[in-house]
């Protein structure tokens, strides 16, 4: 069992959307579980993995929301630009061999992803679920 509750409490109803933060939380586990092994490599990889993810992601949602012309732009990518810095700093400290930064990167990101997902990334979708309905009909 993973961080995550797999009920699909987490769907946004936006297919691609939904796979991503499914990808996202997959490689959260993934790490969480790398952190526990001595294999330093692993750890590396899943860290490099779940950063460019998160990158992706996030510039994803952006140009859907700029595209759509949404009006809680700039609120919602400002809590991506907290969580990029947050996630940059963290990754620097395991990178420096600091060995509490990884199990409080991956604290810190079960707890954001969680909140972030079920409301601001929920709000977003179902705006953007209506603006293309708007823009079919
Ligand atoms: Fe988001
Ligand atoms: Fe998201």
Same mark, same amino acid.
């Given at each position: 069992?993973?961080?995550?509750?797999?009920?699909? *409490? %987490?769907?946004? +109803?936006?297919p691609e959307i939904d796979a991503e933060h499914r990808a996202t939380f997959k490689l959260v586990d993934e790490?969480?579980?790398?952190?526990?092994?001595r294999a330093r490599g692993a750890r590396g990889k899943a860290i490099e993995s779940l950063l460019?993810?998160?990158?992706?992601?996030?510039?994803?949602?952006e140009r859907l929301m700029r595209e759509s *012309? %949404?009006?809680? +732009?700039?609120w919602h990518k400002g809590q991506h630009?907290?969580?990029?810095?947050?996630?940059?700093?963290?990754?620097?400290?395991?990178?420096?061999?600091?060995?509490?930064a990884g199990v409080e990167m991956i604290e810190y990101l079960a707890s954001w992803l969680q909140s972030h997902v079920s409301v601001s990334d929920r709000m977003m979708a179902a705006y953007l679920r209506n603006f293309e309905r708007r823009r079919a009909a």
């Open positions: 069992m993973g961080l995550f509750h797999r009920s699909g *409490g %987490y769907s946004v +109803f936006i790490l969480a579980a790398a952190l526990n092994s460019a993810l998160l990158q992706d992601h996030f510039a994803h949602e *012309g %949404y009006d809680a +732009f700039e630009d907290a969580a990029r810095r947050k996630v940059k700093r963290f990754a620097r400290r395991i990178e420096e061999g600091d060995r509490k």
